[in-house]
């Protein structure tokens, strides 16, 4: 199922299927560029992690003035994407690899959504979620970064068909957070990472894969969010 075709079905649901929490979250120290990378896989589906998807890696560090996210798409099949879309068009529909980043401790209200496709277009925004699942009948709504280069947010992809692989580096600005040059040692994080797998025989009906699966085919479960610490 389309995931955000989902979320209308979600809208439905009653109050405690929506209001959830998920106590066991997991955990990931992230070091600064000089020192490494702290790393992350996984290969299972949404919802609840019960089906096998494609193993997907992600690889973190922090450098004076930046987030460098490393995304690893492995077992791709598809490479499916809409060659005319461009920045801030509705990616999500293909395939993409997402990362949702909070500068905090609690489950947020607000938090920055980013997505790449394999052809190394993306889109990112602030999402307001007030409710932490996007509820029926609460806010959802999201300010885009309408120019991500210029503010500093890069990528690069590289494609490997033959190896059935595709590889974006991220570079996400730490003031996008609050965080000041130099001062990232020692922040706490909560974040979660996604990708969606869809063929063009499937589409719109795509498979979805989480670091921490949530309960239901809607990543904007913020209790979900694992925990990270900049080491």
Known sequence: MNRWASLFLLMGASAPSVHCTHPDVPSLNVPCCDKGTGSVQYDRSVPNGEEKFPLTKVDLCYTTTDIKITFTALEEVNFFYNESQTTNDPLYEYEVMEAFIYHGTNDPKSYLEFEVSPNNVTWQAFIYNPSKVRAEGVPFDNGQLTTPIFDGLVTSTSLD???????????????????????????????????????????????????????????????????????
Do not use: C, Y
């Open 161 to 231: 068909r033959d190896a059935g692989t595709w590889v974006t580096n991220a570079s996400i600005p730490l003031g996008l957070f609050n965080v000041d040059d130099g001062e990232a040692q020692g922040t706490k994080w909560r974040m979660n990472f996604f990708r969606t797998i869809v063929s063009p025989e499937t589409f719109p009906d795509q498979g979805l894969g989480a670091w921490n699966p949530t309960n239901m085919s809607n990543f904007h479960m913020t209790p979900f969010f694992g925990n990270v610490f900049f080491i």
